[in-house]
């Protein structure tokens, strides 16, 4: 199951092998073009992301519960500017980029998304009638609005977190990897916070392993987490975290 950039990471997880991705990730990107001394895609992008950022404690402020606050978000999201066609055409371009095959893998795969003209979660798989590429799109649209036939979608850490670890109801051994930590901004007292669902799972007789950043990767991960030219060095720490929790981790499949 994935949500937001984790919806990406799903995807690739079924539909290539573990090296390729490694070799993928730590090929650095290409620079984007200056766009002139102090507004450079950097700059610009963090004045966006402390925006929007703003935007989204006002509306979590403003809101009654989750439900009110995916009701409120799909109607702010869907009323910006940036919604509109040619975003979501280049946005879906952007991910498909993303993938080897376009096609659903498979394994069962969910995906998490918030319809922006209801304010209802939606989980996308291989029956849905949506494609991989506009299901992960969907999911990653954060700060606008992604059209999907007559449909407008908006990310999926607005169904509650950025985990969706409740979706694993069920199974009998749930590992959810968190890169932000279990952090939320929504209040405590709506019950979607990842400990809150992590202990529901283990109520119902689930075996559950969390992963967090350590601090290599949080240093890695630097101040801003959209910025691909962290990938290669997040890349690197966290394959390294990952070799040190290996065997306590296989424990949790034998």
């Avoid at 949506?130 to 992604?146: M, R």
């Avoid at 979706?167 to 007292?189: D, F, I, K, M």
């Avoid at 910025?227 to 981790?249: F, H, M």
Wanted: aromatic share 6%; net charge negative; proline share 6%.
């Amino acid at each position: 199951m994935g949500t937001s950039a984790g919806s990406t990471a799903a995807a690739q997880i079924l539909g290539a092998t573990a090296s390729d991705l490694l070799d993928a990730v730590l090929t650095p990107p290409a620079p984007p073009p200056a766009r002139g001394s102090g507004t450079g895609p950097a700059r610009g992008r963090a004045r966006l992301t402390i925006n929007h950022l703003e935007r989204l404690r006002a509306i979590i402020a403003a809101s009654e519960d989750a439900v009110d606050w995916r009701r409120r978000m799909g109607a702010a999201l869907a009323s910006d500017a940036a919604s509109d066609d040619l975003t979501s055409e280049r946005w879906r371009a952007t991910v498909a980029a993303r993938f080897p095959t376009r096609d659903w893998p498979m394994r069962r795969l969910l995906i998490t998304a918030v319809d922006a003209d209801s304010g209802e979660p939606v989980v996308f798989d291989r029956r849905s009638g949506v494609d991989l590429v506009d299901a992960v799109a969907a999911s990653c649209a954060g700060g606008f609005a992604y059209r999907v036939g007559d449909r407008r979608y908006i990310d999926g850490g607005y169904r509650a977190n950025a985990d969706n670890a409740d979706l694993a109801a069920g199974c009998a051994r749930v590992l959810v990897l968190s890169p932000l930590g279990g952090r939320s901004l929504t209040p405590v007292e709506w019950g979607t916070h990842l400990t809150d669902q992590v202990d529901a799972l283990r109520a119902e007789g689930s075996v559950v392993e969390t992963v967090f950043p350590d601090d290599a990767s949080r240093a890695a991960f630097g101040d801003d987490m959209m910025d691909p030219s962290t990938r290669p060095p997040a890349a690197r720490a966290g394959y390294e975290q990952g070799k040190r929790i290996a065997v306590q981790l296989a424990e949790l499949w034998s």
